[in-house]
Structure formats: structure tokens, C-alpha cells
């Protein structure tokens, strides 16, 4: 999944939930971070992950200089 696809996820969460402020009460986060999340400002956190049952996989490449 894409960080943009996530950001959808999420959005449709917040519809279904009927405005952000509930979701964020349902998930037990800030509507603050939810928002900041959403504007791309931070990263979602272990809680929000955890309510979309996703993980965080991160790779490692490494190339030449």
C-alpha cells in the first residue's frame, strides 16, 4: 500500500465515522494528529496502524556512490 493509498483509507474511515473528530475519538488519537497525518506533516503512528490493522515495513537499499 501506498502512503497515498493510506491517506485515502483513512479518509474513507473519517466518512464512515461521520467527521474526523469522531474517528479520532473512536481510535483514541488527537483529531490534531489525525489532521497533521492527513496534511502529510507526520508519519501515522503504531495507533492509527493499528486501527487500519496495518503494519509499517520498512526496506533498506543500498547502491554505489
Do not use: C
Request: charge should be positive; aromatic fraction near 4%.
Amino acid at each position: 500500500m501506498t502512503h497515498e493509498q493510506l491517506l485515502k483509507l483513512i479518509r474513507q474511515r473519517i466518512q464512515q465515522a461521520g467527521s474526523l473528530r469522531k474517528l479520532a475519538f473512536q481510535w483514541n488519537v488527537s483529531a490534531a494528529l489525525l489532521s497533521r497525518v492527513l496534511a502529510k506533516q507526520v508519519n501515522p503512528g503504531e495507533k492509527i496502524l493499528d486501527n487500519l490493522d496495518l503494519v509499517r515495513i520498512r526496506t533498506v537499499k543500498y547502491v554505489r556512490k
